[in-house]
């Protein structure tokens, strides 16, 4: 056996043995997509009055701010769309807080650094700041008026002057709080502010609602600390809808549903088994037509198949039946390039050709087809995701990503394990064969 052939062989089994350790590891599950479990569905529309013009700019940034806080939730293969020129159509497959990710789509998340002087706030507190014009939500809510409108205080910085935001816990037993830091620009302000008002509060309010009230004991610049006895989920929502920004336009919601699966267990378990009975076609065929190289090319499919399976709970990709459509397609194409070789190993042997040297020109010779047809492929899905993501097509998407992956595993496996197989069973064995040509369909 020489020694590359040694190498590689070795190396498959090792990259087999971890591919079908990953696919049978259940802390690795599978993440089936909305049309397989069924999720969330929120329709958002713009919160303004119906003669004031909503501008594109604005839907589609909003758009955009949510999308980035729903994958911040880890949900897997969102569809974040516009609808019109007014709605935002949210679906999020396989949601367990229904409730949370509503209120964090929906959130404004409009933070102030408040100067109320010599006044400490208590957290909950209703309060009118310089940029609320009229009074508070909340106050309203709670049956305030307006004929005794609260003091109104001064903002000195909002949640725009954030940069980035993260959870952390305080002390022993403490709770949860968020750490900011600024942009360079508004350090500046925020450093002048602390240093001049020593001993006075700065108020911290999200939505025109007090967070906490901190007396400023020293000079603040770059990164500063929201405190307000969270817990750990309600720090990671408030961190996600400050890393992600205020949405540039209200939103209300229009309507929101759960939905089931679309396919159901009946034809998720049609579609697994058609899948099944189209490879073993595909096996059966490559056996009976090309008989020993055809064992050998069924043996890396097979590879081919639990390389996929495992790269998918590897990278979470989202199961969708477009997704699984694009899996079994590229094992098509897997096939499709073990014919190639084989046919010109076979063209070669029937010119007169020895088996071993059949063996290396029709690799050769059939890579270069190979390769062009898989790169076509390629460009291809790369388009198709391009479109998705643009125009929120994801199920387009998920097609164009399994593809992907599977195109590029069936280049190792049609070329590299058949390659090692057929060099070790078939080269080992070329004299004995070179006499039974029928095992090699010639």
């Given at each position: 056996m020489?020694?590359?052939?040694?190498?590689?062989f070795?190396?498959?089994l090792?990259?087999?043995?971890?591919?079908?350790?990953?696919?049978?590891?259940p802390?690795?599950?599978?993440?089936?997509?909305?049309?397989l479990?069924?999720?969330l569905?929120?329709l958002?529309?713009?919160?303004?009055?119906?003669?004031?013009?909503?501008?594109?700019?604005?839907?589609?940034?909003s758009?955009?701010i949510?999308?980035?806080?729903?994958n911040?939730?880890?949900?897997?293969?969102?569809?974040i769309?516009?609808?019109?020129?007014?709605?935002?159509?949210v679906?999020?497959?396989?949601?367990?807080?229904?409730?949370?990710?509503?209120e964090l789509?929906?959130?404004?998340a409009l933070?102030?650094f408040?100067?109320?002087g010599?006044?400490s706030?208590p957290?909950?507190?209703?309060v009118?700041?310089?940029?609320?014009?009229?009074?508070?939500?909340?106050?309203l809510?709670?049956?305030g008026?307006?004929s005794?409108?609260?003091?109104t205080?001064?903002?000195i910085?909002?949640?725009?002057?954030?940069?980035n935001?993260?959870?952390?816990?305080?002390?022993l037993?403490?709770?949860?709080?968020v750490?900011f830091?600024?942009?360079?620009?508004a350090a500046?302000?925020?450093?002048?502010?602390?240093?001049?008002?020593r001993g006075?509060?700065?108020?911290i309010?999200?939505?025109?609602?007090?967070?906490?009230?901190?007396?400023?004991?020293?000079?603040?610049?770059?990164?500063?600390?929201?405190t307000?006895?969270f817990?750990?989920?309600?720090?990671?929502?408030l961190a996600?809808?400050?890393?992600?920004?205020?949405l540039?336009?209200p939103?209300k919601?229009?309507s929101?549903?759960q939905?089931g699966?679309?396919?159901?267990?009946?034809?998720?378990e049609?579609?697994v088994?058609?899948?099944?009975?189209?490879?073993?076609?595909?096996?059966?065929?490559?056996?009976?037509?090309?008989?020993?190289?055809?064992?050998?090319?069924?043996?890396?499919l097979?590879?081919?198949?639990l390389?996929?399976?495992a790269?998918?709970?590897?990278?979470?990709?989202?199961l969708?039946?477009p997704?699984?459509?694009?899996f079994?397609l590229?094992?098509?194409?897997?096939?499709d390039?073990?014919?190639?070789?084989?046919?010109?190993?076979?063209?070669?042997?029937?010119?007169?050709g020895l088996l071993?040297?059949?063996i290396?020109?029709?690799f050769?010779?059939?890579?270069?087809?190979?390769r062009?047809?898989?790169v076509?492929?390629?460009v291809?899905?790369?388009?198709?995701w391009?479109?998705?993501r643009?125009f929120?097509?994801s199920?387009v998407?998920?097609?164009?990503?399994?593809?992907?992956i599977?195109v590029?595993?069936s280049?190792?496996t049609?070329v590299?394990?058949?390659r090692?197989?057929?060099?070790l069973?078939?080269?080992r064995?070329?004299?004995?064969?070179?006499?039974?040509k029928?095992?090699?369909a010639?």
């Open positions: 020489p020694r590359r052939d040694f190498l590689w070795l190396f498959i090792l990259l087999t043995g971890a591919a079908g350790w990953m696919a049978l590891n802390d690795y599950p599978v993440q089936p997509g909305l049309d479990q069924g999720g569905q929120v958002l529309e713009a919160d303004v009055p119906p003669d004031r013009p909503v501008e594109r700019e604005q839907m589609d940034t758009r955009q949510i999308s980035q806080r729903v911040a939730l880890g949900v897997a293969e969102p569809l769309q516009l609808e019109g020129e007014r709605r935002i159509l679906e999020l497959p396989g949601i367990d807080n229904p409730d949370q990710a509503i789509i929906q959130g404004t933070l102030e408040v100067d109320t010599d006044q706030l957290p909950g507190m209703c009118r700041t310089s940029l609320n014009d009229g009074p508070s939500p909340c106050e809510q709670a049956g008026t307006e005794t409108p609260p003091p205080y001064e903002t910085l909002t949640g725009t002057a954030l940069e935001a993260t959870v952390q816990q305080g002390g037993g403490e709770s949860y709080q750490v830091d600024l942009q360079p620009e500046g302000i925020f450093e002048e502010f602390t240093r001049s008002h006075q509060f700065l108020t309010v999200l939505d025109k609602q007090v967070i906490s009230s901190p007396q400023i004991e020293a000079v603040i610049s770059d990164v500063g600390t929201i307000g006895a817990t750990l989920e309600e720090a990671q929502q996600l809808q400050l890393r992600y920004g205020s540039p336009i939103l919601i229009s929101t549903r939905i699966a679309t396919l159901g267990a009946a034809s998720i049609a579609s088994q058609a899948g099944v009975i189209g490879v073993s076609i595909v096996l059966l065929f490559m056996l009976i037509y090309y008989r020993l190289p055809g064992v050998l090319a069924d043996v890396a097979l590879i081919y198949a390389l996929n399976f790269l998918f709970k590897w990278l979470s990709v989202t969708t039946l997704a699984i459509t694009g079994l590229s094992t098509g194409m897997a096939v390039a073990n014919i190639l070789v084989f046919e010109r190993i076979k063209e070669e042997i029937r010119e007169g071993e040297e059949a290396d020109v029709g050769n010779r059939a890579w270069t087809s190979i062009d047809s898989n076509a492929t390629l291809i899905c790369f388009i198709l391009t479109f998705g643009n929120g097509a199920i998407q998920g097609f164009a990503l399994t593809l992907a599977g590029m595993i280049m190792f049609a590299t394990v058949t090692t197989f057929v060099r069973v078939i080269g064995a070329a004299g004995w064969l070179q006499e039974r029928w095992l090699l010639v």
